[in-house]
């Protein structure tokens, strides 16, 4: 069965500090990878989607990167971090059959930038 | 540009109140149209899912939702709410186009149900 893992569960960073999240995915090949940022009262916002090895897409400019350096592991970094980085971020996948059997979600990283 | 509003933030209701939360879509194209709780402390569940057909889909817990194309609306609905439902509930569109299928959330709604 497909699972999927993402560390750490919580992270307290200091201003300025780099940040660098992961998540794999097992029992599946060629996912579809996403990276989403859950703050309070914001619901759930697409940060970065990826097809395939190599392959980001960003949705919105901000102060992270992804990149997906293996099939089934996809990073989400950052040089420099901002207050406004703290929120919960979730990794999840999909497969390339239109999403049709759902979006699975990894346990999610609560970031706080102090 | 593609968009999923939900029109409730929060809702508070009594248990045995029938629920209906709203949301509505603006997305090219097929879509497909999703419903996501979370549980205090819990990971993102699926709740039930629309691709095609029947446009009153049934999901787990009770819960049912109606695609209703000319409204671009996916409404969840629940006659009966208990305790246990207390959660924050998102809906959420998925459209294929350009090889991509990206899904959209809404900003959420969260469901206090009170005894």
């Known amino acids: 069965s497909q699972t999927i893992h993402q560390w750490p569960a919580t992270l307290v960073q200091p201003v300025g500090s780099p940040l660098s999240l992961e998540c794999t995915v097992e029992?599946?090949?060629?996912?579809?990878l996403y990276w989403y940022r859950q703050a309070a009262g914001r619901g759930l916002q697409l940060l970065f989607y990826?097809?395939?090895?190599?392959?980001i897409s960003s949705e919105v400019p901000q102060n992270l990167s992804a990149s997906r350096p293996q099939d089934r592991q996809f990073i989400l970094s950052s040089k420099k971090l901002l207050l406004s980085d703290s929120g919960f971020y979730l990794c999840?996948?999909?497969?390339?059959?239109?999403?049709?059997?759902?979006?699975?979600f990894g346990s999610g990283t609560r970031l706080t930038v102090v | 540009a593609q968009s999923v509003s939900q029109h409730n933030h929060h809702v508070i209701l009594s248990e045995a109140a029938s629920l209906e939360l709203g949301c509505n879509y603006s997305?090219?194209?097929?879509?497909?149209l999703f419903w996501y709780v979370q549980y205090p402390g819990q990971h993102l569940q699926l709740l039930l899912k629309?691709?095609?057909?029947?446009?009153l889909v049934k999901g787990i817990k009770g819960f049912e939702a109606e695609f209703i194309k000319s409204k671009f609306s996916f409404n969840l609905r629940k006659p009966s709410v208990q305790w246990s439902d207390t959660a924050e509930y998102f809906c959420?569109?998925?459209?294929?186009?350009?090889?991509?299928?990206?899904?959209?959330f809404g900003a959420g709604t969260r469901l206090a149900v009170h005894p």
């Open positions: 959420a569109a998925a459209g294929f186009s350009g090889g991509y299928n990206k899904l959209i």
């Open positions: 990826s097809v395939g090895i190599g392959q």
């Open positions: 029992g599946t090949s060629n996912p579809n």
């Open positions: 629309y691709f095609s057909g029947d446009p």
């Open positions: 999840a996948w999909s497969g390339k059959n239109r999403g049709r059997y759902g979006y699975t």
């Open positions: 997305y090219g194209g097929t879509v497909n």
